[in-house]
T-cell receptor, first 115, second 108 residues
Framework: NAGVTQTPKFQVLKTGQSMTLQCAQD?????MSWYRQDPGMGLRLIHY???????DQGEVPNGYNVSRSTTEDFPLRLLSAAPSQTSVYFC??????????????FGPGTRLTVT | DAKTTQPPSMDCAEGRAANLPCNHS???????VYWYRQIHSQGPQYIIH???NNETNEMASLIITEDRKSSTLILPHATLRDTAVYYC?????????FGTGTSLTVIP
């Protein structure tokens, strides 16, 4: 198993550009989530999904969209990039739909800079 | 939502036990407590979780007080590779809330 993969590893955007961060997992996990981590801070939940076709907002959803058309993929879309979205983005997955008793597996992260 | 309080940093001598405390006094009765760590800039790594009882696995032990208001993660024989930021996280519904964690430095 490749586990949780994220692409790209690094990205530089100009203010106002849009882009999609890709996340895929090959473990048939139901639960997937996106976090951002700013320098010196802990991770903050952006959006999560408990299964294909089901998504919900986390702590900091503004400026981001998600969709979950398949179990494997959970892309994160930045609609109009802003410098405040400069961060490291982590995708995670876990087997269950509630997260209870399940460990989350994290991807290696995407380092995004918005100028 | 349960909030946690952890010391910002700790040191531990290599080979000694590292005891990392976490206060989660507002945790509700059905919220699990999870511990993750993050080594440098990598994605967080799961360590252990518990609800009421103490737990042990190959990486660590988790001691939860009877009133569930605090817990302690124990790394029994710390190595240099255990240098990382350790997060104590209550699971609230479907959401994990990471705080700023404890930066553990293992000293040779």
């Amino acid at each position: 198993n490749a586990g949780v993969t994220q692409t790209p590893k690094f990205q530089v955007l100009k203010t106002g550009q849009s882009m999609t961060l890709q996340c895929a997992q090959d473990m048939n996990h139901e639960y997937m989530s996106w976090y951002r981590q700013d320098p010196g801070m802990g991770l903050r939940l952006i959006h999560y999904s408990v299964g294909a076709g089901i998504t919900d907002q986390g702590e900091v959803p503004n400026g981001y969209n998600v969709s979950r058309s398949t179990t494997e993929d959970f892309p994160l879309r930045l609609l109009s990039a802003a410098p405040s979205q400069t961060s490291v983005y982590f995708c995670a997955s876990s087997p269950g739909t509630s997260g209870r008793g399940d460990e989350q597996y994290f991807g290696p992260g995407t380092r995004l800079t918005v100028t | 939502d349960a909030k946690t309080t952890q010391p910002p940093s700790m040191d531990c001598a290599e080979g000694r036990a590292a005891n990392l405390p976490c206060n989660h006094s507002t945790i509700s009765g059905n919220e699990y407590v999870y511990w993750y760590r993050q080594i440098h800039s990598q994605g967080p790594q799961y360590i252990i979780h518990g609800l009421k009882n103490n737990e042990t696995n190959e990486m660590a032990s988790l001691i939860i007080t009877e009133d569930r208001k605090s817990s302690t993660l124990i790394l029994p024989h710390a190595t240099l590779r255990d240098t990382a930021v350790y997060y104590c996280i209550p699971l609230t519904g479907n959401q994990f809330y990471f705080g700023t964690g404890t930066s553990l430095t293992v000293i040779p």
